[in-house]
């Protein structure tokens, strides 16, 4: 142990006063005093001394002092050693078997030295203690001087006016400091730590209570490899054994390594944990928007202070997905943006929804082109031009304190999509390595269910298209009956359906409706749509009834793959005033006589085309000037909240209760009984009879 550990005794550092207080070093070990004369009597005898050997000093004075207190087995040696130091021999020192007053032998330790007066008489000073005590306190001061100099732990002890008065070899190790650079000087003084003004009032407290603080966390000076010292401290009242207070210890372990691997396994539980809740919440349909929401909506703000998905506009638009250039300049559509609180940073981000072109020298484009991350940890007012859209939008993420930023790409099965832009500003943390393969995880995640919704939205649109394209377009001149109709896709996120509707001129001045819904969705279900309506148009013209042209339909429906469809098919006859239906497992139609209350058709159900085998009835009821007739899919109807009936009541209550126009009456259905996030496609259909004119008379009696 270095002499600076343990500096040399000197005045009570508790006061400027001596003190009187027992319970000092001499107290605990009892030392008694006694002086005899050259003939070895007794002549002065400490009130230590009647402690230690039990006689009085009324008992004591004045006798010899060998017989009195040395058993006789040592007593020959004793008086031997007191010859010698009577005669200059110098001072001796060791154990003896000395006598008790109850007759015990006791061990006494013993220190022996020669007195003079001021006339020249001799005397010899004894002082002794027990011997067993003596040995504890040796041993306890061996023990402590061998911890304090080589304890692996840093120890420190000051005094009352917190100043260091101790500093061991492990506290200058672990803090790269000599105790010289310690001792004497106050803790304000010495600790350079950036906690030091949170540790003094604890010292202080410590000090007041004698409530020790135990594993405190405390950082220390940066290490040669950059990371921030991290100790552990203890800090504890030192108390003599009569209790007064001589200051504060404090113990110091460099838990550095363990602080930093500690963190470093928190931050890859929360990696684990961000990774897994992508997967429960990134792509939870098939809506491209929504899919990217999610993605910003994950990694702010636990991540990033402001996220950005972009993704390339030719990748949205273009035919061949992969087909974007290797450089250049990018123009990119922003998806999603999302901020953890109100920021400049979101008005210098693009609008969500509009394209936007980046030059080259962009970061983003860097990313989108390369396929390759790209990290500015500390970025400067240099970098802001390429990170930003444009000059106004580089000083908005100045006046926003964007300070680190990050970009990886959104890659799905061998294609860059586009770039997800991460930005910390309050998050005091720049991104560093583990949050570039942490972002380029969930961007991969993400990227696969952004990839899955653009192709659904390809194929969704091109489905609907198609449907689009296979039905009627313009109301038909019919004979003696107004039509309205409607086609409503389901929700953006559920494929186009197979619904369709029809009303058929026919050569006899009859009309022929329909309405129809082939199972499945997507471009087949729409593509084997035209194929049923084609063939209904076809059958229509040879003035069939609708049982028969059901028939036909079966057959033919049997014969595609796997395709089956409801259908209602109705022939007016304007002449009759009836009309003629035929169901093949459809939803039944509605007829709204006029002035009375709508009903549900009791029709014979029958199957679905394409079941095969099961005949099909027509039922004729009469249809008069100004009655209508509706027919539907069930998609107006049928949800998965409430019951058909309750739906049904709800059609036949809405149609009893308007009196508007046909097109108002497909709006006034449409819109109260269909939801946002339907999912089934609608056809609907409304005819309404009228009194022939003369013009349809005329067409009427050619055509007969």
Not at 61 to 87: C, I, Y
Not at 169 to 197: C, N, Q, W
Request: aromatic share 4%; proline share 6%; with cysteine.
């Amino acid at each position: 142990m270095s002499a600076a550990a343990f500096p040399p005794a000197g005045p009570d550092p508790a006061s400027g006063e001596l003190a009187v207080e027992p319970g000092g070093l001499l107290d605990v070990l009892g030392v008694a005093a006694v002086v005899v004369d050259a003939t070895g009597r007794i002549v002065l005898w400490s009130p230590q001394a009647e402690a230690i050997f039990g006689y009085p000093a009324a008992e004591a004075l004045g006798r010899p002092a060998a017989p009195l207190l040395v058993s006789e087995h040592q007593r020959d040696e004793v008086l031997s050693l007191f010859e010698r130091v009577m005669s200059g021999g110098g001072p001796w020192a060791g154990v003896i078997s000395a006598l008790h007053r109850d007759g015990r032998t006791i061990q006494v330790e013993f220190r022996n030295t020669r007195l003079q007066d001021d006339e020249g008489g001799l005397y010899a000073l004894g002082l002794a203690t027990d011997a067993a005590t003596a040995r504890r306190v040796e041993q306890d001061l061996a023990l402590s001087s061998r911890l304090v100099a080589h304890s692996p732990i840093g120890l420190a002890v000051l005094d009352s006016d917190l100043r260091f008065v101790l500093v061991n070899p492990a506290l200058e190790r672990i803090d790269g400091r000599t105790a010289a650079s310690y001792l004497g000087r106050t803790f304000r003084e010495a600790v350079t730590s950036p906690d030091a003004d949170e540790l003094e009032p604890a010292l202080r407290e410590v000090l007041e209570t004698g409530v020790p603080v135990l594993s405190r966390n405390v950082r220390g000076s940066v290490r040669s490899d950059g990371k921030e010292q991290v100790w552990s401290m203890s800090l504890y009242r030192l108390e003599t054994s009569g209790q007064r207070v001589v200051g504060v210890a404090a113990s110091v372990v460099d838990i550095t390594d363990q602080h930093h691997a500690a963190r470093a396994a928190a931050r890859a539980r929360r990696r684990l944990a961000v990774i897994a809740d992508a997967s429960e919440r990134v792509g939870t349909t098939l809506d491209l928007d929504l899919t990217a929401h999610e993605l910003a909506d994950l990694v702010v703000p636990e991540f990033a202070d402001i996220a950005a998905v972009d993704v390339l506009e030719d990748i949205l638009t273009g035919p061949h997905p992969g087909g974007t250039r290797a450089s250049g300049p990018a123009v990119f559509r922003a998806l999603a943006v999302k901020a953890a609180y109100p920021t400049p940073a979101e008005e210098a981000a693009d609008p969500v929804g509009k394209p936007a072109r980046y030059g080259a020298e962009r970061l983003v484009t860097q990313c989108a082109r390369t396929g390759r991350p790209v990290l500015v940890q500390h970025v400067t007012d240099g970098d802001l031009p390429r990170i930003a859209r444009a000059g106004s939008a580089a000083e908005l993420l100045r006046q926003a304190g964007i300070h680190s930023y990050l970009a990886v790409p959104l890659r799905a099965r061998g294609v860059v999509l586009g770039v997800l832009d991460l930005k910390r500003a309050r998050n005091s943390q720049p991104f560093d390595r583990d949050d570039v393969l942490l972002a380029g995880e969930l961007a991969a995640r993400a990227a696969v269910a952004i990839d899955n919704a653009r192709w659904y939205r390809q194929q969704s649109q091109a489905a609907l298209a198609l449907q689009s394209h296979l039905l009627p377009h313009g109301p038909a001149r019919l004979n003696g009956l107004d039509v309205a109709y409607r086609y409503q896709p389901a929700s953006a996120a559920v494929e186009v359906g197979g619904d369709w509707f029809d009303a058929i001129p026919l050569t006899d001045g009859r009309t022929a409706l329909v309405v129809g819904d082939v199972m499945g969705s997507g471009i087949t279900a729409a593509a084997t749509m035209g194929q049923v309506r084609t063939a209904a148009r076809t059958l229509a013209g040879l003035g069939l009834p609708p049982a028969v042209i059901l028939t036909h339909l079966d057959r033919i429906i049997a014969d595609l793959d796997d395709a089956m469809a409801t259908c209602v098919y109705a022939v007016y006859d304007p002449s009759q005033g009836s009309c003629s239906i035929s169901n093949a497992g459809h939803p039944p139609p509605v007829h709204v006589p006029l002035g009375r209350a709508p009903r549900l058709l009791d029709l014979p159900t029958g199957a679905p085309l394409g079941v095969g085998g099961v005949p099909f009835e027509t039922v004729e009821i009469a249809f008069d000037a100004g009655d209508e007739l509706v027919l539907y899919t069930d998609g107006l109807v049928e949800t998965r909240d409430q019951d058909i009936d309750v739906r049904l009541a709800a059609l036949t209550d809405l149609l009893g209760q308007s009196s508007l126009p046909l097109e108002e009456t497909c709006d006034l259905l449409l819109g109260a009984l269909r939801g946002p996030d339907d999912h089934d496609d609608v056809a609907l259909l409304i005819a309404r009879a009228h009194p022939l004119s003369g013009t349809e008379d005329g067409r009427e009696e050619e055509a007969s």
